[in-house]
């Protein structure tokens, strides 16, 4: 037994005083004279005897209304708990993609919601945890109408988020008991995690009552002539094998094609459609299927054909590069230093500077420019190269220095495979190809990374770390090298030319980094704006002379296709898509952390609130006591009035 007033039962001392008043209430008898008084001496002793066992009848009666009254205002109970101490539920509830499914009840989140509403107290405080939101200290009304509104998203936390907020939250919470209620399907993002877990968590699965899925992938593009290009769409089936699965494409709203096909058990399919070539695809791809998650059943992406990179030869006239940069994809000029046109630098993504003796100041001065604004360099050494022009304009960049020219004959042997600018060249790396070679190279000093090496493992090409410059040690010229007619050369300069500007891809996902490029000319106080038929937001945004760099992270929220906007004109379309993670039916086993320290498991939500409220259930005994009160004081008037001594 507990008390909510335990100082109160120090009046209990009080006692003493009825039970002294008893003892020194002593009744006083007359003596009167009698003649025979043998048979009064026997009454006066009965008459005694009654009289001292009411009194003491009294006391007792007394002493016990005292003692209820007392009990009674110290309020005693029994409960598990000290009721000084207030309960305080801290619920994580997963409302990721992957919980928008259909269990045994119907949809996954919204059964969890209303089973929370259904068993919460009204007595405990709340925090609510979602992927999106944070509701701290909250009542049980105001839980229920944040519940109510719970809606899916394509954020996720993993454990030590999660484990991060709940001890921030619980951290200044004194005279509090917390109870760590984490709701989730615990998808294949938290395998292996729960460890070293130091507060006491509650889990609750979420199960599906489906065990296939059947997803989009992912999309490329293939095939592309003057008159069509191939859409492959990637399929991925977990589970079972299936016949018959339907699948259509769409250019926005208008059916392309559709078709059925067959998929083996836990495999991957792509399907083919034969597009023709327009300027601008929106294409949309959809299963028509039942399973486990609907959100990966569509899939947006967008082709754009009408863009080119911007390259800008200065210096001498070279042939492979004519050859290498077509119309189709590059917009390829040539020009001598004495007609270069300085305010046409800022328009080109990329400059090479093919063997130039010197570059003159006002060269330079436009370079530097051009580069701060996110432009792409390629320096080619002349034989007759001026070290000293080219070290000022490497000084001022603060990027390194060229050495003086070495004539020595060198293979070119060495291929960094790793290197972005090889990225999807080689299906494996090869070490026996016909080795390149050059007469005389220029060594270079400074913070690089090799592309191409000589056989000594000095860099042949390389690239100025955290700057977009090239550099090519050696003139490629024919008495210089004999690189041009390797193969090499055509993916060197291809890459990079195509690293210097960043098209839009086909297609993006939610809930990531994602960097895109929009050739425009902004000014200052111009500004981007990502809009859709339902939402609109202005991106974090950089602007350059001739693109503007746009980062999303936290935007846009829902898949579909979306355009940049500058004011009311339309600068390109994208199209973002769900992560493919969630379509995952990876998922933890609840019991193998049954072990764990400080981790205990439930079937249901309703389990956990049951042993929470069980908990806290408080048993009043004040009423008990209050009603002993009364029948000892209705015994004492029954004894002061029925009994006589």
């Given at each position: 037994?507990?008390?909510?007033?335990?100082?109160?039962?120090?009046f209990?001392?009080?006692?003493?005083?009825?039970?002294?008043?008893?003892?020194?209430?002593?009744?006083?008898?007359?003596k009167?004279?009698?003649?025979?008084?043998?048979?009064?001496?026997?009454?006066?002793?009965?008459?005694?005897?009654?009289?001292?066992?009411?009194?003491?009848?009294i006391?007792?009666?007394?002493?016990?209304?005292?003692?209820?009254?007392?009990?009674?205002?110290?309020?005693?109970?029994?409960?598990?708990?000290?009721?000084?101490?207030?309960?305080?539920?801290?619920?994580?509830?997963?409302?990721?993609?992957s919980?928008?499914?259909?269990?045994?009840k119907?949809?996954?989140?919204?059964?969890?919601?209303?089973e929370?509403?259904?068993?919460?107290?009204?007595?405990?405080?709340?925090?609510?945890?979602?992927?999106?939101?944070?509701?701290?200290?909250?009542?049980?009304?105001?839980?229920?109408?944040?519940?109510?509104?719970?809606?899916?998203?394509?954020?996720?936390?993993?454990?030590?988020?999660?484990l991060?907020?709940?001890?921030?939250?619980?951290?200044?919470?004194?005279?509090?008991?917390?109870?760590?209620?984490?709701?989730?399907?615990?998808?294949?993002?938290?395998?292996n995690?729960?460890?070293?877990?130091?507060?006491?968590?509650s889990?609750?699965?979420?199960?599906?009552?489906?065990?296939?899925?059947?997803?989009?992938?992912s999309?490329?593009i293939?095939?592309?002539?003057?008159?069509?290009?191939?859409?492959?769409?990637?399929?991925?089936?977990?589970?079972?094998?299936?016949?018959?699965?339907?699948?259509?494409?769409?250019?926005?709203?208008?059916?392309?094609?559709?078709?059925?096909?067959?998929?083996?058990?836990?495999?991957?399919?792509t399907?083919?459609?034969?597009?023709?070539?327009?300027?601008?695809f929106?294409?949309?791809?959809?299963?028509t299927?039942?399973?486990?998650?609907?959100f990966?059943?569509?899939?947006?992406?967008?082709?754009?054909?009408?863009?080119?990179?911007?390259?800008l030869?200065?210096?001498?006239?070279?042939?492979?590069?004519?050859?290498?940069?077509?119309?189709?994809?590059?917009?390829?000029?040539?020009?001598?230093?004495?007609?270069?046109?300085?305010?046409?630098?800022?328009?080109?993504?990329?400059i090479i500077?093919?063997?130039?003796?010197?570059?003159?100041?006002i060269l330079?001065?436009?370079?530097?420019?051009?580069l701060?604004?996110?432009?792409?360099?390629?320096i080619?050494?002349?034989?007759?190269?001026?070290?000293?022009?080219?070290?000022?304009?490497?000084?001022?960049?603060?990027i390194?220095?060229i050495?003086?020219?070495?004539?020595?004959?060198?293979?070119?042997?060495?291929?960094?495979?790793?290197?972005?600018?090889?990225?999807?060249?080689?299906?494996?790396?090869?070490?026996?190809?016909?080795?390149?070679?050059?007469?005389?190279?220029?060594?270079?000093?400074?913070?690089?990374?090799?592309?191409?090496?000589?056989?000594?493992?000095?860099?042949?090409?390389?690239?100025?770390?955290?700057?977009?410059?090239?550099?090519?040690?050696?003139?490629?010229?024919?008495?210089?090298?004999?690189?041009?007619?390797?193969?090499?050369?055509?993916?060197?300069?291809?890459?990079?030319?195509?690293?210097?500007?960043?098209?839009?891809?086909?297609?993006?996902?939610?809930?990531?980094?994602?960097?895109?490029e929009?050739?425009?000319?902004?000014?200052?106080?111009?500004?981007?704006?990502?809009?859709?038929?339902?939402?609109?937001?202005?991106?974090l945004?950089?602007?350059?002379?001739?693109k503007?760099?746009?980062?999303?992270?936290?935007?846009p929220?829902e898949?579909?296709?979306?355009?940049?906007?500058?004011?009311?004109?339309?600068?390109?379309?994208?199209?973002f898509?769900?992560?493919?993670?969630?379509?995952?039916?990876?998922?933890l086993?609840?019991?193998?952390?049954?072990?764990?320290?400080?981790?205990?498991?439930?079937?249901s939500?309703?389990?956990?609130?049951?042993?929470?409220?069980?908990?806290?259930?408080?048993?009043?005994?004040?009423?008990?006591?209050?009603?002993?009160?009364?029948?000892?004081?209705?015994?004492?008037?029954?004894i002061?009035?029925?009994?006589?001594?």
């Amino acid at each position: 037994m507990q008390f909510k007033n335990p100082e109160i039962l120090y009046f209990l001392a009080l006692l003493i005083i009825p039970i002294i008043v008893h003892l020194f209430q002593l009744q006083k008898f007359v003596k009167t004279p009698f003649s025979n008084v043998a048979f009064l001496q026997k009454i006066q002793q009965q008459t005694r005897k009654s009289s001292r066992i009411k009194k003491w009848l009294i006391l007792a009666t007394r002493m016990l209304l005292f003692t209820a009254i007392v009990f009674a205002f110290s309020q005693p109970y029994f409960s598990n708990k000290n009721i000084d101490k207030k309960q305080h539920n801290f619920i994580y509830l997963d409302n990721s993609l992957s919980t928008n499914t259909k269990g045994e009840k119907g949809d996954l989140l919204k059964v969890a919601a209303q089973e929370i509403i259904k068993n919460s107290s009204l007595k405990s405080s709340y925090s609510l945890l979602t992927n999106s939101n944070f509701y701290e200290n909250i009542s049980n009304n105001e839980l229920k109408n944040v519940l109510l509104k719970v809606e899916k998203t394509t954020k996720n936390l993993d454990l030590e988020s999660i484990l991060l907020k709940l001890n921030l939250n619980n951290k200044n919470k004194t005279n509090t008991l917390n109870k760590n209620i984490l709701i989730s399907d615990f998808q294949n993002t938290y395998i292996n995690k729960f460890t070293n877990v130091t507060q006491e968590l509650s889990l609750i699965q979420l199960q599906s009552s489906k065990k296939n899925n059947i997803s989009i992938d992912s999309v490329f593009i293939s095939n592309k002539n003057n008159n069509n290009f191939t859409v492959n769409v990637v399929i991925n089936n977990i589970g079972t094998k299936q016949n018959n699965v339907p699948i259509a494409l769409f250019n926005k709203d208008i059916l392309v094609s559709k078709q059925t096909f067959p998929i083996k058990e836990n495999s991957k399919k792509t399907i083919t459609f034969t597009v023709k070539k327009s300027l601008d695809f929106s294409g949309k791809t959809t299963l028509t299927y039942s399973d486990t998650f609907g959100f990966d059943n569509t899939y947006y992406f967008t082709l754009n054909n009408n863009e080119k990179i911007n390259i800008l030869s200065i210096g001498n006239s070279a042939n492979f590069l004519q050859k290498i940069y077509t119309e189709n994809e590059f917009n390829f000029s040539e020009k001598s230093l004495q007609n270069v046109n300085y305010n046409a630098l800022k328009n080109q993504q990329l400059i090479i500077l093919n063997e130039l003796k010197e570059i003159p100041e006002i060269l330079k001065n436009s370079l530097e420019d051009f580069l701060k604004n996110g432009g792409n360099l390629v320096i080619i050494p002349n034989q007759k190269t001026n070290i000293s022009s080219y070290n000022l304009f490497l000084e001022n960049l603060k990027i390194g220095s060229i050495k003086n020219i070495k004539k020595d004959t060198l293979k070119i042997t060495s291929i960094n495979f790793k290197h972005p600018i090889f990225e999807n060249v080689f299906s494996k790396n090869i070490s026996n190809f016909q080795y390149p070679s050059v007469n005389n190279h220029y060594p270079i000093t400074g913070n690089i990374s090799s592309i191409i090496s000589f056989e000594n493992n000095t860099p042949f090409i390389s690239k100025f770390i955290n700057k977009n410059i090239y550099f090519v040690s050696s003139s490629l010229d024919k008495n210089s090298s004999n690189f041009i007619n390797s193969p090499l050369v055509v993916p060197v300069f291809y890459n990079i030319a195509k690293a210097s500007f960043t098209y839009p891809k086909l297609a993006y996902n939610l809930n990531e980094e994602n960097k895109i490029e929009v050739k425009v000319k902004a000014s200052k106080d111009e500004i981007l704006s990502i809009t859709s038929k339902k939402s609109s937001f202005i991106p974090l945004q950089r602007a350059y002379q001739n693109k503007v760099v746009i980062n999303t992270t936290e935007e846009p929220q829902e898949a579909g296709f979306y355009q940049i906007k500058k004011q009311d004109s339309i600068l390109k379309e994208l199209a973002f898509n769900n992560p493919k993670e969630e379509s995952s039916l990876q998922f933890l086993n609840l019991n193998d952390l049954k072990e764990q320290k400080n981790i205990i498991t439930y079937n249901s939500i309703k389990d956990v609130f049951t042993e929470i409220n069980k908990n806290n259930e408080v048993q009043w005994l004040w009423k008990w006591f209050l009603a002993l009160a009364i029948v000892s004081l209705l015994l004492e008037i029954f004894i002061l009035k029925f009994y006589k001594p």
